[in-house]
């Protein structure tokens, strides 16, 4: 199936910024996406990017996409302790019924 | 608007017991996903439902994992029987078709000992 690589952990301190890594391997995705779940909850949408932009920004999050290395990055800005869970990177190929996503990035937020 | 609403949310069994778990998806949504997720990992699907029809079932064990959506709304899975590896969540995802958002339910957690 497809690979989605994301790194395991990301510590912060509360008012810098984060960034989330994820690589993926499928260059006919449609749409990338990134999801947040807290702990004990279902995954939440984030935000999206279509495969044939390259940033996009909404308030305190930027995705940036860079098609030709197959990367993905989501930055938080003025991270806050309720950023505090793991980040999910997914891409949706072709059909986009069909998602695949990452292992998760859990971010830590120190006050 | 209610969300995805998924139960039990918590279930113990043992070994070989059977265990079936309920979700009701948002209502006017066509796709409904079934989802296990393990600890430390992401979603891996198990069944895509278009209406009532089962269009993506490739990942499903179907030794012991049935699931139905009788009247395109809402669906359960059921795991008879189950094993040790089978503990972890299981996640229900509903989405309007065609739109490529997933509305995750909160999950049932299974623990098999």
């Known amino acids: 199936g497809e690979d989605v690589e994301q790194s395991l952990f990301l510590s912060v301190r509360e008012g810098d910024s984060s960034v989330i890594n994820c690589t993926y391997t499928d260059s006919s995705s449609t749409y990338l996406y990134w999801y947040k779940q807290e702990p004990g909850a279902g995954l939440q949408l984030l935000t999206y990017i279509f495969s044939n932009m390259d940033m996009k920004q909404d308030q305190r999050l930027t995705v940036l996409l860079n098609k030709k290395d197959k990367h993905l990055s989501l930055r938080i800005a003025d991270t806050q302790t309720g950023d505090s869970a793991i980040y999910f990177c997914?891409?949706?190929?072709?059909?986009?019924?069909?998602?695949?996503f990452g292992s998760g990035t859990k971010l830590n937020v120190k006050p | 608007e209610a969300g995805v609403v998924q139960s039990p949310r918590y279930k113990i069994i043992e070994k070989k017991q059977p265990v079936a778990f309920w979700c009701n998806p948002i209502?006017?949504?066509?796709?409904l996903y079934w989802y296990l997720q393990n600890l430390g990992q992401g979603p891996e699907l198990l069944i895509r439902?278009?209406?009532?029809?089962?269009?993506?079932d490739s990942q499903l064990p179907k030794d012991r994992f049935s699931a139905e959506r009788l009247k395109g709304v809402d669906s359960t899975l059921k795991i008879q029987p189950a094993e040790l590896g089978d503990s972890a969540v299981y996640l229900c995802a509903s989405s309007p078709q065609g739109d490529g958002e997933l509305f995750f339910g909160e999950g049932s957690r299974l623990t098999v000992l």
């Open positions: 209502s006017g949504h066509n796709t």
């Open positions: 997914a891409e949706s190929i072709v059909d986009f019924n069909k998602f695949y």
């Open positions: 439902y278009e209406n009532e029809e089962a269009v993506d």
